[in-house]
């Protein structure tokens, strides 16, 4: 079996270690992917750390993953040796329900999907993720990177970007729609730059303005801070759509009163605390509080295909492998613009 080099986490908040893997030599229709970039994602903290209930150690997280194709099976069609591709947040899904057979395999109701790292492959050993040299993948669940893209950019797009792209096309994002997003983190940032792209007048909502001139940069019309409380009164009834990023719990009535009516609030964040609101926040303005999820794999093929013909790639900063514990404990202080993505290339020269 192929070898890789990973970085792991031996148990909760432990600090993450070099060490080597196996890989599935590559069957019948699946690729072998030599890993360039892996980005950390804000899950991959919660599930290494243990918030997220049991997760199976020694863990090695990563669902944000860049790099080319260095094998493929007898099978394989779509992918040649060579060709840039990137993987996901999900490497499998059982492929016969509804909502695999629409495109939508991340809502998978035949068992759910199989997430790429923290779950069980089709193997029947658990998955180890991107914070790796090479995974094996089968070609299905495999993205193509245009050429347009830098693989460092990309990485995050795989779970940052669809997270943003997917409800900015699914409730209509473009030109003549108010859309704000909430918080400029990894989410947040991307949000900003899809919906600008998208033709859409973009606002972002933050705690304060320390990010403005980026998120101007990155497309927004304008930027509020939400400490300050007469930003819900100047804001009131203003926008079509709400995208909130963020893991805090938010006031929702507060909220639910920039929406114009017939309005939506899109959380794909993942506060720990229990929503809650008023009934009257919706009933009053026919508005709707919804959620998504990641996107399916066509839809996150259009995204990257999207990303590359408008020029957007995430803000990263880059680092090795040697610094991943360390910048776990800045991403939870918010201390990142605007997403680690791991080069892996550092893991050789580290283990020697």
């Given amino acids: 079996m192929p070898q890789a080099v990973a970085y792991a986490t031996p148990s909760a908040r432990a600090p993450f270690e070099r060490t080597t893997i196996e890989r599935r030599e590559p069957g019948p229709t699946e690729v072998l992917v030599d890993i360039a970039w892996a980005g950390i994602c804000h899950s991959d903290i919660h599930t290494a750390r243990n918030e997220w209930g049991e997760a199976h150690f020694p863990l090695v997280p990563g669902h944000e993953i860049a790099g080319t194709v260095a094998a493929v099976g007898s099978e394989v069609t779509k992918f040649a040796v060579g060709d840039r591709v990137g993987v996901g947040v999900f490497v499998d899904s059982c492929r016969k329900c509804p909502e695999c057979r629409s495109g939508r395999e991340q809502y998978c109701s035949g068992g759910g999907m199989v997430g ?37 950019e990309a990485a995050p797009l795989l779970c940052a970007g669809i997270t943003l792209y997917s409800p900015l096309r699914h409730w209509g994002a473009g030109p003549g729609k108010r859309v704000a997003i909430v918080g400029m983190g990894g989410l947040g940032h991307m949000g900003v730059k899809l919906a600008a792209a998208m033709g859409a007048e973009v606002t972002v909502l933050s705690q304060s303005l320390s990010k403005q001139e980026d998120g101007r940069r990155f497309g927004a019309a304008a930027y509020h801070a939400t400490s300050d409380p007469e930003t819900f009164r100047t804001l009131r009834s203003s926008f079509d759509l709400i995208i909130s990023t963020v893991s805090a719990t938010l006031d929702l009535d507060a909220y639910l009163s920039l929406l114009v009516v017939d309005g939506t609030l899109v959380n794909v964040g993942l506060p720990e605390e229990p929503l809650s609101l008023r009934a009257g926040s919706l009933n009053g303005g026919r508005k709707q509080l919804a959620g998504s999820n990641i996107g399916g794999i066509a839809e996150t093929q259009e995204m990257l295909d999207f990303c590359a013909e408008h020029g957007l790639g995430a803000t990263v900063e880059r680092i090795g492998g040697e610094d991943i514990t360390a910048a776990y404990d800045r991403v939870v202080a918010s201390d990142v613009r605007y997403r680690f993505v791991i080069d892996t290339s550092t893991f050789a020269a580290e283990q020697g």
């Fill in 116 to 152: 790429t790292y923290n779950a069980v492959g089709r193997d029947g050993r658990w998955n180890d993720g991107g914070y790796s040299t090479s995974i094996t993948v089968e070609q299905d669940y495999t993205l193509r990177i245009p050429d347009g893209l830098d693989l460092a």
